[in-house]
């Protein structure tokens, strides 16, 4: 797989197995996917979110779960150390009320990347938290009750402060909040958001990643090539991840970001 001077297309920077309780395979079932697909380098990014978030079931990992992880993960970078370099990191779901507990948490581990997300939203007259990445139909009608806009107005600034905030390496999926919303736009003041938050992750030495899962919902990854246009004139670095969550997905649709992403940097 042909590599481009933006991103390393050896390199699968987001995966999650069933430790996430919502994906399937186990660790070592994607290391031999990802070997089998001849890359070099990948890292489980599995979830954290903060104590407290309101749903109706768990997609993310607790404290002795993540000591389990690194247990296992461990075991297999010493087994597979001559074939792929494994790395064990974290998505952290930020929240503006408990970010001072993600923090603790997150520095009690050494992490080999740390993904910043945003995935729960919490809503007064909801029932539970917003997911905002769900395509379930409850969260979809949930997102619609309470308004798009509205919703990408606090996406975007959540983003912001949580760039802001923790010790991220990577911004995980800009824009993939509310991508089963049918007919979403973003209105000029979310582009100056994204604008923001570009300019954040670029003040803090962070990468962007493009995500490409969103080629299988939308046809174009996450963020998409607008924002990433945005990113490369910034000079932010660019990261690939599949956000497999199956082992067959592991480095899935790489082969379409050279055609992508060549175009981009000539443009820049």
């Given at each position: 797989m042909p590599n481009t001077p933006l991103i390393d297309l050896s390199f699968d920077g987001h995966m999650h197995t069933r430790w996430c309780h919502h994906a399937t395979g186990t660790m070592e079932e994607y290391v031999l996917s990802a070997i089998d697909k001849g890359l070099s380098h990948i890292v489980f990014l599995e979830h954290m979110e903060a104590t407290g978030v309101n749903y109706f079931e768990t997609t993310w990992l607790t404290d002795q779960d993540f000591d389990d992880y690194f247990a296992e993960g461990q075991k297999l970078q010493d087994k597979y150390s001559n074939q792929l370099s494994i790395g064990l990191g974290v998505?952290?779901?930020?929240?503006?009320?408990q970010h001072q507990e993600l923090q603790d948490r997150l520095s009690r581990r050494c992490w080999d990347q740390i993904g910043i997300s945003y995935h729960f939203m919490p809503v007064p007259d909801q029932a539970f938290d917003l997911n905002l990445v769900?395509?379930?139909?409850?969260?979809?009608?949930?997102?619609?009750?309470?308004?798009c806009e509205k919703v990408l107005d606090n996406y975007f600034n959540t983003l912001i402060e949580a760039v802001s905030i923790l010790p991220g390496t990577v911004l995980c999926h800009l824009d993939a909040a509310l991508r089963f919303q049918p007919e979403l736009q973003f209105t000029q003041g979310h582009w100056q958001q994204i604008e923001e938050l570009l300019d954040t992750v670029k003040a803090k030495n962070m990468a962007l990643e493009i995500n490409t899962s969103g080629f299988a919902i939308r046809g174009t990854p996450f963020p998409a090539p607008a924002?990433?246009?945005?990113?490369?004139?910034?000079?932010?670095?660019?990261?690939?991840?599949?956000?497999?969550?199956?082992?067959?997905?592991?480095?899935?649709?790489?082969?379409?970001?050279p055609?992508?992403?060549?175009?981009?940097?000539?443009?820049?």
């Amino acid at each position: 797989m042909p590599n481009t001077p933006l991103i390393d297309l050896s390199f699968d920077g987001h995966m999650h197995t069933r430790w996430c309780h919502h994906a399937t395979g186990t660790m070592e079932e994607y290391v031999l996917s990802a070997i089998d697909k001849g890359l070099s380098h990948i890292v489980f990014l599995e979830h954290m979110e903060a104590t407290g978030v309101n749903y109706f079931e768990t997609t993310w990992l607790t404290d002795q779960d993540f000591d389990d992880y690194f247990a296992e993960g461990q075991k297999l970078q010493d087994k597979y150390s001559n074939q792929l370099s494994i790395g064990l990191g974290v998505e952290v779901g930020y929240s503006v009320t408990q970010h001072q507990e993600l923090q603790d948490r997150l520095s009690r581990r050494c992490w080999d990347q740390i993904g910043i997300s945003y995935h729960f939203m919490p809503v007064p007259d909801q029932a539970f938290d917003l997911n905002l990445v769900s395509r379930q139909e409850r969260n979809v009608r949930a997102i619609a009750e309470t308004g798009c806009e509205k919703v990408l107005d606090n996406y975007f600034n959540t983003l912001i402060e949580a760039v802001s905030i923790l010790p991220g390496t990577v911004l995980c999926h800009l824009d993939a909040a509310l991508r089963f919303q049918p007919e979403l736009q973003f209105t000029q003041g979310h582009w100056q958001q994204i604008e923001e938050l570009l300019d954040t992750v670029k003040a803090k030495n962070m990468a962007l990643e493009i995500n490409t899962s969103g080629f299988a919902i939308r046809g174009t990854p996450f963020p998409a090539p607008a924002i990433i246009q945005m990113a490369i004139t910034r000079g932010i670095p660019l990261v690939a991840g599949s956000d497999a969550h199956r082992p067959e997905d592991v480095g899935r649709y790489f082969h379409r970001l050279p055609e992508l992403l060549e175009p981009l940097s000539i443009v820049n």
